[in-house]
């Protein structure tokens, strides 16, 4: 990366700080939107370059179609799907309880994929390597305090004691932000009383390019489908998130790698056949954050750091390149009519157009949640009837299908 010690020059007009898939993403957008500008990423992570291939990263994405469109933009695409981007052509959701179901086809949509799956070391990389030749500045270090002229944030201060000055400070430093609690803003959160468990499996059959959810009231299974490993006739490879109530994800994550595969086959309903091979397995406790202001004076939240919500959609990361689409918009255009960085409509704009989706999708989320976690007779019924009712109403299943892509705001 360009400039990974720090240099004499720390005045740029914009600092993002965080460099996860939605903060290398916002740094690159901003610096190929808005030529001139002086951009800088803050991290104290190392660079995802030479993270190794070989394997498969257990953290993975469902990028929507939006996502896929942004990142084709910055072209970043072409070398993610040069790696290893697995398209899904259909979706099949049941209720493990009920008879409910629903299958959502891309051919049906008339379009190639209904999303992919892309493994979040791999895109990092490719945005880093896209940065490269954008003359983003990276600075490794960690900060700890914003600088401030008067009301407004004008810049972060780093452990080595150096001063990083910038008319707009961009926080994409995740779900447990440490410039969100610096700037003050204050954040709603509760736990969900559940934790994902994150692996790679190898199944008997092939997942057939097909993403899979299982709705149990324990909480969803999810199979995502990865690429075919070398040599292999048909894909087999699916990175799973199992979204389990406490007690449960801990019995779990206590099992052996065969117990586990044996009891993750029986609750899938050996949709894939048997389980194969299983990875190192990952427990992550699940917690819905919503910032209840995403800016103020110089400064904004992106991504995570405004907002994380239950993965049982995938939507997170691609809620996040929706922020990032915004507020760099609204950069772009500021800087069209001779706007001033720090005038203060820029991040009112950006704030009005994401705070009330998120919201909504926040809301939906728990909704689902909620309703396919409850045991109650009347709401197993209802989730069962809703589900078959959507299969079965082909303009009804278009509008969930283009909302989940994204395509509704793309």
Same mark, same amino acid.
Not at 258 to 269: H, T
């Given at each position: 990366?360009? #400039?990974?010690?720090? +240099?004499?020059? %720390?005045?740029?007009?914009?600092?993002?700080?965080?460099?996860?898939?939605?903060?290398?993403?916002?740094?690159?957008?901003?610096?190929?939107?808005?030529? +001139?500008?002086?951009?800088?990423?803050?991290?104290?992570?190392?660079?995802?370059?030479?993270?190794? !291939?070989?394997?498969?990263?257990?953290?993975?994405?469902?990028?929507?179609?939006?996502?896929?469109?942004?990142?084709?933009?910055?072209?970043? @695409?072409?070398?993610?799907?040069?790696?290893?981007?697995?398209?899904? %052509?259909?979706?099949?959701? @049941?209720?493990?309880?009920?008879? +409910?179901?629903?299958? &959502?086809?891309?051919?049906?949509?008339?379009?190639?994929?209904?999303?992919?799956?892309?493994? #979040?070391?791999?895109?990092?990389?490719?945005?880093?390597?896209?940065?490269? %030749?954008?003359?983003?500045? @990276?600075?490794?270090?960690?900060?700890?305090?914003?600088?401030?002229?008067?009301?407004?944030?004008?810049?972060?201060?780093?452990?080595?004691? %150096?001063?990083?000055?910038?008319?707009?400070?961009?926080?994409?430093?995740?779900?447990?932000?440490?410039?969100?609690?610096?700037?003050?803003?204050?954040?709603?959160?509760?736990?969900?009383?559940?934790?994902?468990?994150?692996?790679?499996?190898?199944?008997?059959?092939?997942?057939?390019?097909?993403?899979?959810?299982?709705?149990?009231?324990?909480?969803?299974?999810?199979?995502?489908?990865?690429?075919?490993?070398?040599?292999?006739?048909?894909?087999?490879?699916?990175?799973?998130?199992?979204?389990?109530?406490?007690?449960?994800? $801990?019995?779990?994550?206590?099992?052996?790698?065969?117990?586990? +595969?044996?009891?993750?086959?029986?609750? &899938? !309903?050996?949709?894939?056949?048997?389980?194969?091979?299983?990875?190192?397995?990952?427990?992550?406790?699940?917690?819905?954050?919503?910032?209840?202001?995403?800016?103020?004076?110089?400064?904004?939240?992106?991504?995570?750091?405004?907002?994380?919500?239950?993965?049982?959609?995938? $939507?997170?990361? #691609?809620?996040?390149?929706?922020?990032?689409?915004?507020?760099?918009?609204?950069? !772009?255009?500021?800087?069209?009519?001779?706007?001033?960085? $720090?005038?203060?409509?820029?991040?009112?704009?950006?704030?009005?157009?994401?705070?009330?989706?998120?919201?909504?999708?926040?809301?939906?989320?728990?909704?689902?949640?909620?309703? &396919?976690?409850?045991?109650?007779?009347?709401?197993? @019924?209802?989730?069962?009837?809703?589900?078959?009712?959507?299969?079965?109403?082909?303009?009804?299943? #278009?509008?969930?299908?283009?909302?989940?892509?994204?395509?509704?705001?793309?």
């Amino acid at each position: 990366m360009p #400039n990974r010690r720090m +240099g004499a020059d %720390t005045a740029f007009d914009l600092i993002v700080v965080g460099a996860g898939i939605v903060g290398t993403t916002l740094a690159l957008r901003l610096s190929q939107g808005t030529p +001139g500008l002086k951009v800088a990423l803050i991290s104290p992570k190392p660079s995802e370059r030479g993270a190794p !291939e070989e394997t498969f990263d257990p953290r993975v994405v469902a990028l929507t179609a939006a996502s896929r469109e942004l990142l084709t933009g910055l072209n970043i @695409w072409p070398s993610v799907e040069r790696v290893r981007a697995c398209p899904y %052509t259909a979706m099949h959701v @049941w209720d493990g309880e009920g008879g +409910g179901e629903i299958d &959502f086809s891309a051919a049906e949509l008339g379009v190639e994929a209904l999303g992919h799956i892309v493994e #979040n070391r791999l895109l990092v990389a490719s945005l880093e390597r896209e940065l490269e %030749t954008q003359g983003v500045t @990276w600075i490794s270090g960690q900060v700890t305090a914003l600088e401030h002229e008067g009301d407004a944030v004008a810049g972060v201060l780093l452990a080595d004691g %150096t001063e990083v000055r910038a008319a707009l400070t961009l926080a994409a430093d995740g779900a447990r932000s440490a410039l969100r609690d610096m700037a003050g803003l204050a954040v709603r959160e509760w736990s969900y009383g559940q934790s994902a468990i994150v692996t790679t499996v190898k199944t008997t059959q092939s997942h057939n390019f097909t993403a899979r959810q299982r709705f149990m009231h324990t909480g969803p299974l999810a199979f995502l489908p990865l690429v075919s490993a070398p040599g292999e006739c048909a894909p087999r490879y699916s990175s799973i998130v199992w979204s389990a109530d406490e007690p449960l994800a $801990q019995s779990l994550m206590a099992l052996s790698d065969a117990d586990f +595969g044996k009891r993750l086959g029986r609750d &899938f !309903e050996y949709r894939l056949g048997e389980i194969e091979q299983v990875a190192k397995r990952y427990c992550l406790p699940l917690t819905q954050r919503h910032a209840r202001r995403y800016t103020c004076p110089g400064f904004a939240l992106v991504g995570d750091a405004a907002h994380s919500i239950h993965p049982l959609a995938g $939507q997170g990361v #691609n809620l996040g390149l929706l922020d990032v689409a915004a507020l760099a918009g609204e950069i !772009e255009r500021a800087r069209e009519r001779g706007v001033a960085l $720090q005038h203060d409509s820029i991040l009112a704009r950006y704030e009005r157009a994401r705070r009330g989706h998120n919201l909504t999708m926040m809301a939906a989320m728990e909704s689902f949640k909620r309703l &396919f976690g409850a045991r109650d007779l009347r709401l197993l @019924w209802l989730r069962n009837r809703a589900l078959s009712a959507a299969d079965s109403l082909p303009l009804l299943k #278009n509008t969930l299908a283009r909302e989940a892509m994204g395509l509704s705001l793309s």
